[in-house]
């Protein structure tokens, strides 16, 4: 007997598990996670675009509290935030088009939901005595998991 499930993601977790994904998407990216300054002092307004990780929300114990993560790649700087509300959101600046930093922020946005979802789903695999027995990265980067209950 055999079932397909297709998982569509929701991001909501601790900034630490956050920002595992993160950094888990940047090295599979050639991103580098970047150490210093986290803010956009530097980069102009023309060369950055802003938008919120869809379906996140970065549960934490200190309310009100913000938190940075700022990853880099030729010229190019994104920065996660996790505002005083919770929602994550990313600002991507650099030397390109308003579109082209918009669709290197989608990627990667995609990239750190992905890794999010398959470190959550391997971890309840798990924990449910299932053991893993086939995966392949798709053509399309998705990744088709096999798995067999153990027991």
Not at 39 to 62: F, G, K, R
Not at 67 to 73: A, C, L, S
Request: one cysteine or more; charged letters at 25%; a positive charge.
């Amino acid at each position: 007997m055999s079932a397909v499930c297709v998982l569509t993601p929701i991001l909501i977790a601790s900034w630490p598990a956050i920002s595992a994904a993160i950094a888990g998407a940047a090295a599979s990216l050639g991103f580098a996670v970047a150490t210093g300054r986290n803010d956009l002092t530097e980069a102009s307004p023309d060369n950055t675009v802003e938008t919120v990780l869809p379906h996140s929300q970065v549960l934490d114990d200190i309310k009100g509290k913000a938190e940075t993560m700022r990853i880099e790649k030729n010229g190019v700087s994104i920065i996660f935030r996790r505002d005083e509300r919770g929602a994550c959101t990313l600002c991507v600046s650099g030397p390109l088009s308003k579109s082209k930093l918009e669709k290197i922020g989608q990627e990667v946005a995609g990239r750190v939901t992905q890794q999010f979802a398959y470190h959550k789903l391997m971890t309840e695999l798990k924990k449910h005595n299932y053991s893993v027995v086939e995966e392949q990265v798709q053509t399309d980067s998705s990744i088709r998991v096999r798995v067999r209950l153990n027991g």
